[in-house]
């Protein structure tokens, strides 16, 4: 019987959502007939290697969300250690968290991305680094934190400088009108698009772990057109990053001026929520593939790509 240690918790602002997907990975792997062996994640990355060490796991599964748990940082442990782990790499992982990377590998790659400047809190102090309306958010953070919007008339813009408590990096970034779009991928396979839709200014933390923060319409209704592109894009993008097992594509849908309209690549999680509801088993079970057959799959891609 295949043994698969599953890390969750971590030390980042998504710490509870990575809890959730732990205690459900752990069911599913379990139901699919895994011994599965979990370890929460805490500061002391000692007890961690210890608690690793002390499991011998055939496979790590990857539950952590967030800094040090897709940006590379454990997955550089996992290496040390010579344990296979499931989704991408150090250097994808690395390269996704940062979205200033992540944004030049897609640009390099041909796909399209919004227009978008790093700057310092002193330079966003100052002036604004686009017209507006435009976003401001963290280079290395995920799940929308730290995330504002600027428009026209609102006069927060020092206040937001100021207070910032994030990497020094700050991406402002063209803020697109329209719809919010998502795609995964397993392995070389996009799954689906699906449409999110909030009651929120825009899809933000609360929208995303909520209960009725935002709805998810699966397959998005949208011009067959844009289905294709969005499906091809988050596998290109994939590719472009170097992701292996499971990710997950952002877009913008700006179809204020009709359809078709026109499709923008935000970031690759390498790290999607994997609860039942999230949205990546979600499309999996739209294409006929059960949570528990997922997580199963995760693990062996993991194991053979070892």
Partial sequence: MTHVAVLHGGVSAEREVSLNTGRQVVAALRQAGFEVTPIEVGQDLGAVIAALQAAKPDVVFNALHGRFGEDGCIQGVLDWLGLPYTHSGLRASAIAMDKAAAKAAFAAAGLPVAPSRIVSPEELEAADPLPRPYVVKPVNEGSSVGVEIL?????????????????????????????????????????????????????????????????????????????????????????????????????????????????????????????????????AAHVGIPFPDLCAWMVREARNGA
């Fill in 151 to 283: 428009r026209d008339g609102d006069n927060r813009r020092a206040e937001v400088a100021r207070g910032w408590k994030y990497d020094r990096r700050i991406m402002a970034e063209a803020y697109i009108p329209g719809r919010e779009l998502t795609v995964a991928v397993m392995g070389d396979r996009p799954l689906e698009v699906t449409e999110i839709a909030t009651g929120n200014v825009f899809y933000d933390y609360e929208a995303k772990y909520a209960d009725g923060g935002s709805r998810h319409t699966l397959p998005a209704p949208v011009h067959p057109d844009i289905r294709a592109q969005a499906m091809e894009v988050a596998l290109r993008a994939h590719q472009a990053l170097g992701c292996r097992g499971v990710s997950r594509a952002d877009f913008r849908y700006d179809d204020t001026a009709g359809e078709p309209g026109r499709l923008y690549i935000l970031e690759v999680n390498t790290q999607p929520g994997m609860t039942r509801t999230s949205l990546v088993p979600e499309q």
